[in-house]
């Protein structure tokens, strides 16, 4: 099983945010996606999973191939995607927002108890089961994290798209977060797009990695080929871009 996009371009009044995008993902593979702010990241997974429709260009999912599909049908194929930032339901438990994201990928006239069962599961296997009960809002940053990866894995997806999930989080956590998608691929063989500003992260963590430019792919490779990239550096390694969302996290604003 194979994710691909092939030539995708998105305009927003003239402007192009991506162009020309070809990107390709193996199931069980972590890919990473890196770029300066405004390079098209978020709006990239937006057109994969079907939050905004490309202006031209196709993606592709083992057979299946679309121009434009709905967010719900792309999630039913196989697609999750956690957002840049937190959108968990707020007044809802963390057990009922796991719950939305597992029922709506259950197969039809399937059993309420089952959906409980497995978002269960879920939540316990990720470390949050003693958080069930609580409601989303109000929860620690790094657990509301947490509690969307959770989500993401409850849908039971192919492939996830995974929009600055360590962002804002400490070394730390961050550590722990990336031993935890480490640990999921093993177990799940999921294929994951990964887009972080945490460099460290990203070249520990990343099978391959994309870097995009202006809306443009400007370098592909292994982690030891994008971090001595002539091309990279000029455009972003050498910039203090990187440190400086890694500092600033969360408190970045969200583009
Ligand atoms: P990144 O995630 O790499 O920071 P984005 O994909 O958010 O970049 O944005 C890429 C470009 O597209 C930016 O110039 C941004 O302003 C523009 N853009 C993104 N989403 C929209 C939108 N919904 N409407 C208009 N412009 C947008
Ligand atoms: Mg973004």
Not at 147 to 175: K, N, Q, T
Request: net charge neutral; hydrophobic share 40%; charged share 25%.
């Amino acid at each position: 099983m194979l994710l691909t996009t092939e030539s995708v371009t998105k305009t927003f009044a003239g402007v192009h945010a991506l162009d020309d995008v070809s990107i390709r993902i193996d199931e069980g593979e972590i890919v990473g996606l890196i770029g300066p702010n405004g390079s098209g990241k978020s709006t990239l997974v937006n057109v994969i999973s079907g939050v905004l429709a490309p202006t031209s260009g196709t993606i592709t999912l083992g057979e299946e191939r679309w121009g434009r599909r709905p967010s719900h049908k792309v999630a039913r194929c196989g697609i999750a995607r956690t957002f840049q930032t937190a959108r968990l339901f707020s007044d809802m438990t963390v057990l009922e927002n796991i719950e939305v994201a597992a029922g709506a990928c259950a197969p039809r006239g399937g059993r309420r108890g089952g959906v409980r069962v497995a978002a269960r599961q879920v939540l316990e296997r990720l470390g949050l089961g003693h958080l069930a009960g609580q409601p989303a809002e109000g929860l620690a940053y790094g657990v509301q994290r947490r509690v969307e990866l959770a989500r993401a894995v409850a849908a039971r997806p192919r492939f996830m798209l995974l929009d600055e999930p360590a962002a804002g989080l400490h070394d730390a956590e961050s550590d722990q977060f990336l031993q935890l998608l480490l640990e999921l691929r093993r177990e799940h063989g999921f294929g994951m797009l990964l887009i972080d500003h945490d460099l460290r992260l990203i070249m520990r963590g990343t099978d391959r990695i994309y870097v995009l430019n202006e809306g443009r792919m400007l370098a592909e490779g292994a982690p030891a080929e994008i971090r001595k990239d002539r091309r990279v550096i000029a455009a972003y390694l050498g910039t203090d871009d990187a440190e400086l969302h890694t500092e600033a996290g969360a408190d970045a604003p969200a583009t």
